[in-house]
């Protein structure tokens, strides 16, 4: 089990300067995920109620030792940003935080830190069990992701990564139209290919721990 724990901490906020009190995590054990949506030990839930802050003053969201983009203060006086494009988040103020950190990014032409800011998004919605708000922010990473194949050349594991996205909104013709034939020298991302082809064809829509499936290929 995780040995880390939440508490509030003083910060200043980079944009405006205002102190404010936010959630951080000590440092401690966390024990390994194996989901297919390939979290690493850093971002488990604990970690992504953490992650970014919400300035109580000016509204702007940041990470610690972010560097304030020379936008920031028009970003956070639009109509886009404050309402966020007019999602309803209710409770989710983390999922809230992730959507408005992935509109600064945006802005700022940083395409990776978009992708993985709407991702994790869902993840903190998946950890809640809301699915709405999970699929809208894993179609908002299939967005990014196009810019990004278009603009740059795609690792592998970000091509694996998106064949969950994919199958977690429903898309599960293109899962086995373009990861039936997946070809890799790294023997996990095939096994994962082929097991993420196995759940579409079963219109499984579901996160899944790998040990649960993977003696389903043997």
């Known amino acids: 089990m995780s040995g880390q724990r939440p508490y509030l901490k003083n910060a200043i906020c980079p944009l405006c300067g205002t102190e404010i009190q936010t959630l951080a995590i000590t440092k401690g054990y966390v024990e390994p995920r194996y989901t297919f949506d390939l979290r690493s030990n850093s971002v488990d839930h604990a ?3 953490s992650g970014l802050h919400l300035c109580t003053s000016c509204g702007y969201v940041f990470a610690e030792n972010d560097e304030v983009p020379s936008n920031a203060k028009d970003i956070i006086k639009t109509e886009a940003y404050k309402t966020c494009n007019g999602i309803d988040f209710d409770d989710e103020i983390t999922a809230e935080k992730y959507y408005k950190y992935a509109l600064i990014q945006l802005e700022n032409d940083n395409f990776y830190g978009a992708f993985y800011a709407f991702l994790f998004g869902a993840w903190v919605c998946d950890d809640h069990n809301n699915k709405e ?5 894993r179609k908002k990473t299939l967005e990014v992701f196009d810019v990004l194949w278009e603009k740059f050349e795609i690792s592998e594991g970000f091509y ?3 064949a969950d996205i994919l199958r977690r909104i429903g ?8 990861y039936s034939k997946f070809y890799s020298l790294n023997d996990d991302r095939v096994m994962i290919a082929q097991i993420q082809v196995l759940l579409a064809k079963k219109k499984d ?3 899944h721990f790998l040990p649960e499936y993977s003696a389903l290929l043997s």
């Open 47 to 49: 970690n992504l109620h």
């Open 133 to 137: 708000l999970s699929v809208m922010f």
């Open 205 to 207: 829509d579901r996160c």
């Open 171 to 178: 898309d599960f013709e293109t899962v086995i139209k373009e």
């Open 160 to 162: 694996i990564v998106r």
